[in-house]
């Protein structure tokens, strides 16, 4: 059984760090896309950043520049380096994942399994 366990969310002043975690339990694939989405209240799901298992990654537009997503070896563990966060990156961040190589139409296709999620607030 696979499970994907997120950590690290919290509360932050505008312009300031957080690290999240992803862990994924009982996931042996040797090919796989990882992603992080997020979702504020009253507002839709959006991809965050992917990175698949050769290391290729990809970020949304409203991020890239300060987010960065990383992956340890062995490669069962994933990181998203937030900076300069911003209110407006205040959500619910989740872990995200599918045995597939590449991480085709990251934002929109469809991911077997989902971590229960952590929190991020910005103030400003």
């Known amino acids: 059984q696979v499970q994907l366990v997120e950590s690290g969310g919290g509360s932050v002043q505008a312009g300031g760090s957080l690290r999240l975690s992803c862990a994924a339990f009982?996931?042996?694939?040797?090919?796989?896309?990882m992603a992080w989405f997020r979702q504020a209240p009253g507002k839709e799901r959006e991809g965050v950043a992917v990175i698949d298992s050769d290391g290729r990654t990809r970020y949304a537009d409203s991020v890239k520049g300060r987010f960065t997503i990383s992956q340890v070896n062995p490669k069962n563990t994933q990181y998203l380096q937030m900076n300069s966060l911003k209110p407006e990156d205040t959500a619910m961040y989740y872990c995200?994942?599918?045995?597939?190589?590449?991480?085709?139409?990251?934002?929109?296709?469809?991911?077997?399994?989902w971590g229960q999620g952590t929190q991020v607030t910005v103030s400003s």
């Open positions: 995200a994942a599918k045995p597939v190589g590449y991480c085709y139409d990251p934002w929109t296709s469809k991911y077997n399994y």
């Open positions: 009982g996931y042996t694939f040797s090919s796989y896309c």
